[in-house]
């Protein structure tokens, strides 16, 4: 058993899994979950890149999720060591703490905990690499147990988020006509072309928007051209990352930015990188109201419309692939983690955020329990 979520989350924080190496913190967690009792696989599909799953019980299990990769970190713009694992008043200082080493900390800790107390209960831990590049390791998974939910610790600040949007990544690619930098009008610039879509796609406003989901965002992320000065370049790379949502589809995205590039009669090609779904559980449904009021009491799960803010995250997880290798399950988003500390310099999470965290996804753990026997006596 592994008591203490705190300690165990700086043990992950001071593992360096930003951007891959995710293998020494998954045969980690395996033993500790080993030593609980689970029957734990682990599979490395790349050299260093490895997913974990651990089960336990019999019956229909509830699955909880996290993913160990962190994004990078460049320890010259912190004020602390990005690997540091300390803690400082109550905030868990490193990269990972909120996004979301915290969370998958919270998971262990408590399936580890309710295991030497209801050894019986179902339970299907998942936790996957390379989930902040694409949901790699989560494409990779087969052989998971079906299961009507689906929990994923990503940060929430311990609200329940019933969803997110999808994330459609994009490479636009103009292709022109190479010569001398003196020369520039023998030539066709690609570069000028290209950024000349990349502004019209910037000052586009008016993206669909949706009630639950909000707004559907695009955003300029990287642009590659040229080889020198002397040179007119020949071709120019750009990548977007779109956010879509229930009804912006991926492939209206792809023809609303094939409109935009072309608006000044560029020829510029449109490739998807990455197209994974948006996720939405009813907040009607039975079973995600019955748990949001276990994870938090008193609070139901919000509806996202009738003038109240939308409830899904603007960001993508693991939930977009899983949920389909598990069914149909209510996806839950539920951890300790903060949104506004994803991915940021001088990454915190609170420590006493994570205790509270623990303690409720004990509490989910014991009413999946209660349901388990509910069902044996009926």
């Given amino acids: 058993m592994y008591d203490d979520a705190v300690t165990l989350a700086q043990q992950l924080v001071r593992m360096d899994t930003r951007g ?114 694409g949901c790699e390791g989560a494409a990779t998974l087969d052989g998971l147990a079906p299961s009507p939910v689906l929990l994923v610790a990503e940060p929430t600040a311990n609200r329940v988020v019933l969803g997110h949007k999808g994330a459609l990544w994009l490479r636009l690619t103009a292709h022109g006509r190479s010569a001398h930098g003196s020369r520039p009008e023998l030539g066709d610039n690609a570069l000028v072309k290209l950024a000349a879509a990349a502004q019209r796609i910037h000052r586009h406003g008016d993206w669909p928007h949706s009630a639950t989901h909000g707004a559907a965002t695009v955003n300029v992320g990287t642009f590659h051209a040229g080889v020198q000065p002397n040179l007119v370049p020949d071709r120019a790379e750009l990548t977007l990352d779109v956010r879509t949502v229930p009804g912006f589809t991926s492939a209206d995205a792809v023809a609303a930015i094939r409109r935009l590039a072309a608006d000044g009669g560029a020829d510029v090609t449109v ?93 989910l753990l014991a009413r999946w329990h209660e349901r388990a026997d509910g069902h044996r006596e009926g």
């Avoid at 996004?99 to 209801?118: F, L, N, Q, W, Y």
């Avoid at 008193?298 to 389909?324: I, K, M, R």
């Fill in 20 to 133: 891959g190496d995710e293998e020494p913190a998954a045969a980690f967690l395996a033993t500790l979950l080993e030593d609980a009792g689970f029957a734990v696989r682990v599979e490395e599909p790349e050299a260093g890149r490895a997913n974990l799953v651990a089960v336990r019980g019999a019956g229909t299990p509830v699955t909880l999720t996290g993913h160990l990769d962190t994004v990078p970190a460049d320890a010259s713009g912190w004020s602390f060591d990005p690997l540091s694992g300390e803690i400082h008043g109550d905030r868990l200082r490193g990269r990972g703490s909120s996004d979301m080493k915290a969370g998958v900390a919270g998971i262990v800790s408590a399936a580890t905990r309710h295991a030497a107390h209801s050894p019986g209960t179902a339970v299907q831990l998942v936790f996957t690499f390379g989930e902040e590049t």
């Fill in 271 to 363: 490739e998807r990188i990455l197209d994974l779904p948006s996720v939405a559980t009813d907040p009607g449904d039975t079973l995600a109201r019955e748990l949001t009021g276990v994870l938090v009491p008193g609070t139901a799960p919000a509806a996202g419309a009738g003038g109240q803010e939308p409830c899904c995250a603007t960001y993508f997880t693991d939930a977009s692939v899983l949920a389909g290798k598990l069914g149909t399950p209510a996806v839950l988003l539920y951890g300790p983690g903060e949104p506004e500390q994803a991915h940021v310099t001088d990454e915190t999470c609170s420590v006493a955020a994570l205790r509270a965290s623990t303690a409720a996804l004990e509490r």
